[in-house]
């Protein structure tokens, strides 16, 4: 089983809509979780961390199941901007230790 | 502010041939820092880390090296380059003041090797 597995998508939707992308994590030990952007040819910026509580920074939205070991972003009326890939980000050996594995990610195509 | 510089942005190596890629960080004192490859179609994979000078982990067995000659400096290097070093390199550090760390990235350097 991989460790990150994410939805290779495209995901191609038009301005506005929302658009909810999944993740699954194998390891039960991780304790930090992370969502990622990374536009074409960039390199990856945080978007946003993701909390047991789940959190919501303007029109995204993180949840985490950890019993599930899953993970997902919500984005609620898509922009243009918001064409990217998304990648899902989990720590590998748990606790603080920064050392994190990173999904293939899931592209997303915003059209107008 | 904290930043993080890497350079070259680009490069074009024969096989065989040596490597050094540099990063460094501003407007932090003794961060964790990361070296990553990205080849084409896969995903983010660890190649070393550091917690401070001199300490430098591998994650993965290959012709790769890295040093942390000072607390801001990483750097990658090779002494023979293979095809399959190809690929983008991406450098971060660790922001340990939050709950939990989170890492940034420098810009890159693509690494294209043939």
């Known amino acids: 089983r991989k460790e990150v597995e994410q939805d290779p998508g495209p995901f191609n939707v038009p301005e506005g809509a929302t658009v909810a992308f999944n993740c699954t994590y194998s390891?039960?030990?991780?304790?930090?979780f992370f969502w990622y952007r990374q536009d074409c040819r960039k390199e990856p910026k945080l978007l946003m961390s993701?909390?047991?509580s789940g959190n919501e920074d303007g029109r995204f939205t993180a949840q985490l199941n950890r019993a599930s070991q899953y993970i997902s972003l919500l984005i609620r009326d898509s922009k243009l901007s918001d064409s990217a890939t998304y990648l899902c980000?989990?720590?590998?050996?748990?606790?603080?230790?920064?050392?994190?594995?990173f999904g293939k990610g899931t592209k997303l195509s915003v059209k107008p | 502010s904290q930043t993080i510089h890497q350079w070259p942005a680009t490069l074009v190596q024969p096989v065989g041939s040596p490597l050094s890629l540099e990063c460094t960080v501003e407007?932090?004192?003794?961060?964790?820092l990361y070296w990553y490859r990205q080849a084409a179609g896969r995903g983010l994979q660890l190649l070393f880390y550091?917690?401070?000078?001199?300490?430098i982990s591998s994650e993965v067995p290959q012709n790769l090296s890295a040093s942390r000659p000072q607390d801001r400096q990483f750097i990658l290097s090779s002494k023979k380059l293979l095809l399959s070093d190809s690929g983008f390199y991406l450098c971060?550090?660790?922001?340990?003041?939050?709950?939990?760390?989170?890492?940034?990235f420098g810009p890159g350097t693509r690494l294209l090797v043939l």
């Open positions: 390891n039960s030990a991780s304790q930090s």
């Open positions: 550091s917690v401070g000078i001199g300490q």
């Open positions: 407007g932090t004192s003794n961060p964790n």
């Open positions: 971060a550090w660790g922001d340990l003041r939050a709950p939990r760390e989170t890492q940034y």
């Open positions: 993701v909390y047991s």
């Open positions: 980000v989990v720590n590998h050996y748990g606790g603080s230790q920064g050392n994190l594995i």
